[in-house]
């Protein structure tokens, strides 16, 4: 794939926030997040990069969530371009809604309410894995792209922040969950669209697909610092759904000595723990 879709890297050490660990173990289709990685603002210029400003005359955020990409495509494209930010939940359309020069519409990406190539550029920042039917809303997209039009598609690497999940998999195993480990390390809904499988799914729709990466490890400076955001909510991956919040708060109790000892022995000759991550995007056009 890397040879025929044309290679590009970008090399990035994020330094982690208590508010970015939970995301970042999404980057390895495990945890829920509508956007996996800090440094975000950073990420989405990257992502938009290959947009001509001047050859955008309308362009449509499929899946806006809180709005930052739409804000960083507004203040990419020209004055005169229609910007349209579309979303399922009502309060992501209430607050994008609320950005100027923006038109905020509440619908699904499967039955888009525009007409036949309505628009020069679609964004789909990490929502392409949620579909059970990808090809349908693919073929959407394409509906209301102009001939010209391009999609730009983002997405993670399937093994993206992996060993953070192995190690918190590591920790219940050693505290005796092997039960919540197993369920920690299965499947989810993120591995239906990934770098490594994207490309395949995109040419069944679009003759001419391409793709960029770049890599954004995330550094912990020491154990005790990815210990304590671990605690924050990662902990909780795995467990049953209708485990009482009590046990739940008893739960980080229980595995943080083991979480401690799984990331010590991770850790670098500095005492860093360096988790890999990948994310990139893809660029199609009909």
Do not use: K
């Given at each position: 794939?890397?040879?025929?879709?044309?290679?590009?890297?970008?090399?990035?050490?994020?330094?982690?926030?208590?508010?970015?660990?939970?995301?970042?173990?999404?980057?390895?289709?495990?945890?829920?997040?509508?956007?996996?990685?800090?440094?975000?603002?950073?990420?989405?210029?990257?992502?938009?990069?290959?947009?001509?400003?001047?050859?955008?005359?309308?362009?449509?955020?499929?899946?806006?969530?809180?709005?930052?990409?739409?804000?960083?495509?507004?203040?990419?494209?020209?004055?005169?371009?229609?910007?349209?930010?579309?979303?399922?939940?009502?309060?992501?359309?209430?607050?994008?809604?609320?950005?100027?020069?923006?038109?905020?519409?509440?619908?699904?990406?499967?039955?888009?309410?525009?007409?036949?190539?309505?628009?020069?550029?679609?964004?789909?920042?990490?929502?392409?894995?949620?579909?059970?039917?990808?090809?349908?809303?693919?073929?959407?997209?394409?509906?209301?792209?102009?001939?010209?039009?391009?999609?730009?598609?983002?997405?993670?690497?399937?093994?993206?922040?992996?060993?953070?999940?192995?190690?918190?998999?590591?920790?219940?195993?050693?505290?005796?969950?092997?039960?919540?480990?197993?369920?920690?390390?299965?499947?989810?809904?993120?591995?239906?669209?990934?770098?490594?499988?994207?490309?395949?799914?995109?040419?069944?729709?679009?003759?001419?697909?391409?793709?960029?990466?770049?890599?954004?490890?995330?550094?912990?400076?020491?154990?005790?610092?990815?210990?304590?955001?671990?605690?924050?909510?990662?902990?909780?991956?795995?467990?049953?759904?209708?485990?009482?919040?009590?046990?739940?708060?008893?739960?980080?109790?229980?595995?943080?000595?083991?979480?401690?000892?799984?990331?010590?022995?991770?850790a670098d000759a500095q005492g860093r723990i360096v988790i890999?991550?990948?994310?990139?995007?893809?660029?199609?056009?009909?």
């Open positions: 794939m890397h040879a025929s879709c044309g290679l590009f890297i970008l090399s990035q050490a994020a330094r982690p926030t208590a508010a970015g660990l939970a995301n970042t173990v999404a980057d390895a289709p495990v945890l829920p997040s509508r956007d996996p990685r800090p440094g975000h603002g950073d990420y989405t210029a990257w992502m938009l990069a290959p947009v001509d400003p001047h050859a955008v005359y309308a362009a449509l955020d499929a899946g806006c969530g809180d709005g930052t990409r739409t804000a960083a495509l507004r203040e990419r494209l020209a004055p005169h371009a229609l910007v349209t930010a579309l979303d399922l939940d009502r309060d992501a359309v209430r607050a994008t809604g609320s950005f100027g020069g923006v038109d905020a519409v509440r619908a699904d990406i499967s039955r888009l309410p525009h007409p036949d190539g309505s628009f020069d550029l679609v964004v789909a920042g990490h929502v392409l894995y949620y579909p059970s039917d990808l090809a349908g809303w693919l073929w959407e997209i394409r509906r209301v792209m102009s001939r010209s039009g391009m999609l730009l598609a983002a997405t993670n690497s399937a093994e993206s922040g992996r060993r953070l999940l192995d190690l918190h998999a590591a920790a219940c195993r050693s505290a005796g969950q092997e039960a919540m480990a197993a369920r920690a390390l299965a499947p989810t809904a993120r591995q239906r669209f990934t770098l490594e499988n994207g490309a395949d799914q995109l040419r069944r729709v679009f003759p001419d697909v391409t793709v960029r990466w770049r890599d954004d490890p995330l550094v912990f400076d020491s154990a005790a610092q990815a210990l304590a955001v671990y605690r924050a909510g990662l902990f909780t991956r795995g467990v049953p759904a209708r485990m009482p919040q009590a046990d739940r708060e008893g739960l980080a109790d229980v595995l943080a000595p083991h979480m401690r000892a799984s990331l010590e022995a991770a890999p991550r990948r994310s990139g995007c893809f660029t199609a056009r009909g």
